[in-house]
């Protein structure tokens, strides 16, 4: 991976899966949803609840678009 000012280059394979934590930055939910459309398996995403705050209706239109995408609230006990 190479750092940028304005982001990053991943450089490998084919995606196969796994778990992400966005850390709550939206752009990061995005870019791993949609890298999800080629991984062998499934990609999960974790701290993504801003992404409807900046793209409205994302989830719903990822799914228009052919992502297998499910949206989850877990709850702080």
Do not use: K, Y
Not at 2 to 14: A, F, I, K, Q, Y
Not at 20 to 41: C, K, N, W, Y
Not at 44 to 68: H, K, M, W
Request: glycine share 12%; proline share 3%; charged share 20%.
């Amino acid at each position: 991976m190479t750092e940028h000012e304005d982001g990053l280059v991943v450089e490998g394979g084919r995606i196969r899966g796994g778990q992400v934590d966005s850390r709550g930055d939206h752009r990061i939910a995005m870019a791993f949803a949609m890298a999800g459309l080629t991984s062998e398996a499934p990609v999960r995403i974790s701290d993504c609840t801003n992404v409807d705050t900046s793209f409205p209706g994302f989830v719903e239109l990822a799914r228009q678009a052919g992502l297998a995408i499910t949206a989850e609230v877990q709850t702080v006990a």
